[in-house]
């Protein structure tokens, strides 16, 4: 069984299962852009505002803390963990093959979140460069979320892949054709 979060603008989904079934599969009303837009007018965001923020997606998540095992292997995809994982591996311009499969601690999150939220959104692009580029202004309401989601599940790290929706999509179509032939 695996665990795998994809926090998008708009939504957060979360799906548990293994290559058969879904033990749990739920999309929250939490991303970045809502996040950002609903909590943080202030760019770089007040404690008060990060605060709120913080409470309201711990909220909106809470059913995780019973409907998933902790501690359980979890993959993050989308844009907030990868631009992460490269902010942690101190480059500038996105790598997939440096970026897939790599480790995000909780420390990681932690230390990275520290530096997002005392920076405006121009001082995050100087900071961080083109990795950051378009979503300089978001990252660290993802940061936010995504710390959330490990506090609840009790993860100590989550492994960082590349491989998203439209991967998924590509396999299940080969699959379904394959299938279809037989």
């Not at 749990?24 to 965001?45: A, H, M, Q």
């Not at 709120?52 to 711990?58: K, L, M, T, W, Y």
């Not at 907030?80 to 500038?92: E, S, V």
Request: with cysteine.
């Amino acid at each position: 069984s695996c665990t795998v979060i994809d926090i998008g603008g708009g939504s957060t989904e979360i799906i548990c299962g293994t290559n058969d079934i879904f033990y749990f599969k739920k999309s929250f009303n939490i991303g970045v852009v809502g996040i950002t837009e609903k909590y943080f007018i202030n760019n770089p965001p007040k404690k008060t505002e990060i605060n709120a923020a913080e409470e309201f997606i711990s909220l909106i998540t809470e059913e995780i803390t019973t409907s998933i095992s902790p501690g359980m292997k979890t993959f993050a995809v989308a844009g907030t963990p990868t631009t992460l994982a490269c902010i942690k591996k101190n480059i500038r311009y996105f790598s997939e093959n440096i970026v897939d499969n790599s480790i995000l601690t909780i420390e990681d999150v932690i230390d990275i979140s520290n530096d997002l939220c005392i920076l405006n959104k121009k001082e995050v692009l100087l900071k961080y460069g083109q990795v950051v580029q378009g979503r300089e202004d978001v990252l660290f309401a993802g940061c936010l979320i995504l710390y959330r989601l490990m506090m609840q599940l009790r993860l100590k790290e989550i492994t960082v892949s590349t491989k998203g929706l439209r991967y998924g999509s590509v396999i299940d179509y080969f699959t379904m054709r394959d299938i279809l032939k037989s």
